[in-house]
């Protein structure tokens, strides 16, 4: 497996390959970005994975300074999943001069749920996955289904401006109890973390009752209450069609369940289709 950390290093490792199959991370890696790894490698004639914690999608609130960066041991963990390439530029390589040229995403899908909460945010990724792209000239990017309005993004984005990429979803990797693997779960201590799988947990609930009759609405309410009750601070708990986020009218069948709650300091999201 090779590194590298410039654009014209990136573009000379690829010259010779005319299908690269990419997988676009921000480092501190879980098993949850292995499996993409290694969904990844039989899809193209080599396998790209790129390590960019970006600034443009997190809030000045946010943790970017905090955020881990372990490139060393991702490294390790990459070439054990089978990826031949790592890109992994420093900030001003990918951003020599302020990124004033951005991708807005259609606000009818990045202006809800996490957008509401997280202004700009989608704006950032689709900024970021726009120049990767440009940069790895993949054929194939894998992203997980964990960030799924993220996933619904990134589609949209290949499809409005007709880019020669097939965008795989991966399945949200679970740890034993159910709890979607999260760079952010190394943040909650033991107690947050046995009480962390409430999440997944609630969004189960939210599609067996939806399933089972029960009004969308009060679903999204009694489930944004219970959490409440548990100490969490929930942003929301909502169901969806998954085709396009919006709220399911009569006859929708195809739904996903969406969450994103803060437990202590560390916020977590999650979703579950039914």
Same mark, same amino acid.
């Given at each position: &497996?090779?590194?590298?950390?410039?654009?014209?290093?990136?573009?000379?490792?690829?010259?010779?390959?005319?299908?690269? =199959?990419?997988?676009?991370? &921000?480092?501190?890696?879980?098993?949850?970005?292995?499996?993409?790894?290694?969904?990844?490698?039989?899809?193209?004639?080599?396998?790209?994975?790129?390590?960019?914690?970006?600034?443009?999608?997190?809030?000045?609130?946010?943790?970017?300074?905090?955020?881990?960066?372990?490139?060393?041991?991702?490294?390790?963990?990459?070439?054990?999943?089978?990826?031949?390439?790592?890109?992994?530029?420093?900030?001003?390589?990918?951003?020599?001069?302020?990124?004033?040229?951005?991708?807005?995403?259609?606000?009818?899908?990045?202006?809800?749920?996490?957008?509401?909460?997280?202004?700009?945010?989608?704006?950032?990724?689709?900024?970021?996955?726009?120049?990767?792209?440009?940069?790895?000239?993949?054929?194939? =990017?894998?992203?997980?289904?964990?960030?799924?309005?993220?996933?619904?993004?990134?589609?949209?984005? *290949?499809?409005?401006?007709? &880019?020669?990429?097939?965008?795989?979803?991966?399945?949200?990797?679970?740890?034993?109890?159910?709890?979607?693997?999260?760079?952010?779960?190394?943040?909650?201590?033991?107690?947050?973390?046995?009480?962390?799988?409430?999440?997944?947990?609630?969004?189960?609930?939210?599609?067996?009752?939806?399933?089972?009759?029960?009004? *969308?609405?009060?679903?999204?309410?009694?489930?944004?209450?219970?959490?409440?009750?548990?100490?969490?601070?929930?942003?929301?708990?909502?169901?969806?069609?998954?085709?396009?986020?919006?709220?399911?009218?009569?006859?929708?069948?195809?739904?996903?369940?969406?969450?994103?709650?803060?437990?202590?300091?560390?916020?977590?999201?999650?979703?579950?289709?039914?």
């Amino acid at each position: &497996m090779r590194i590298v950390h410039t654009l014209p290093e990136l573009r000379e490792a690829l010259s010779a390959h005319r299908a690269p =199959a990419v997988v676009p991370t &921000m480092g501190n890696l879980h098993a949850g970005h292995l499996a993409l790894v290694k969904q990844a490698k039989p899809l193209g004639d080599v396998t790209v994975a790129s390590i960019f914690v970006n600034r443009l999608q997190f809030l000045p609130h946010e943790d970017f300074d905090r955020y881990p960066r372990t490139l060393q041991a991702d490294a390790a963990q990459l070439e054990s999943a089978g990826c031949d390439l790592v890109f992994a530029p420093a900030e001003d390589e990918f951003y020599p001069e302020p990124q004033t040229f951005k991708v807005h995403p259609d606000p009818k899908l990045a202006d809800i749920l996490e957008g509401q909460f997280r202004p700009g945010f989608f704006t950032g990724v689709a900024t970021v996955v726009t120049k990767l792209f440009m940069a790895v000239q993949p054929r194939f =990017a894998v992203f997980g289904k964990k960030d799924y309005q993220q996933l619904m993004v990134i589609r949209q984005l *290949v499809r409005q401006f007709a &880019m020669p990429i097939t965008i795989v979803a991966g399945e949200t990797q679970r740890a034993d109890d159910g709890l979607a693997l999260s760079s952010r779960n190394g943040y909650l201590s033991a107690a947050e973390r046995a009480e962390a799988v409430q999440l997944s947990l609630a969004l189960k609930r939210m599609g067996e009752q939806v399933r089972a009759g029960v009004d *969308v609405g009060r679903v999204e309410v009694e489930a944004m209450a219970a959490l409440e009750q548990r100490g969490w601070k929930p942003d929301y708990m909502v169901v969806r069609r998954r085709d396009d986020l919006q709220a399911p009218a009569a006859g929708d069948t195809s739904l996903v369940a969406l969450g994103a709650a803060k437990l202590g300091a560390t916020r977590l999201i999650d979703n579950l289709e039914f």
